[in-house]
């Protein structure tokens, strides 16, 4: 698993999240008891917009070891802005736009 992690990083400095990720998922493939193999994968995941990969990968990481404080802070993170999107969305499906309530008001 390291030179796949190894692997991981170079692409992620190159550039490359989607390689990195693929790298990092084949590393957990090996050593699935890895908890810093789930925390890199849930911090390229976040940078990557997809919270809801991330938060599986943080709760995963803190699963093998919990005693992660920052890890927690960063899922509590997580939950707040998955929370705040889920609101959104529902904003909009329900017909109500942000600012609607001031349009046409000057």
């Not at 976040?46 to 802070?73: E, F, I, K, M, V």
């Not at 705040?84 to 001031?102: F, I, N, S, T, V």
């Amino acid at each position: 698993p390291g030179s796949h992690e190894r692997l991981a990083l170079l692409e992620q400095a190159r550039g490359d999240p989607s390689a990195a990720r693929r790298s990092l998922n084949r590393a957990i493939e090996l050593a699935p008891q890895d908890p810093e193999l789930h925390a890199g994968l849930a911090l390229l995941a976040a940078r990557g917009g997809d919270l809801s990969a991330a938060r599986s990968s943080l709760q995963r990481s803190l699963a093998l070891r919990p005693q992660q404080p920052a890890l927690r802070d960063f899922l509590e993170e997580l939950d707040r802005d998955l929370g705040e999107g889920r609101r959104c969305l529902q904003g909009l499906r329900a017909g109500h736009h942000p600012g609607a309530d001031k349009r046409g008001r000057r």
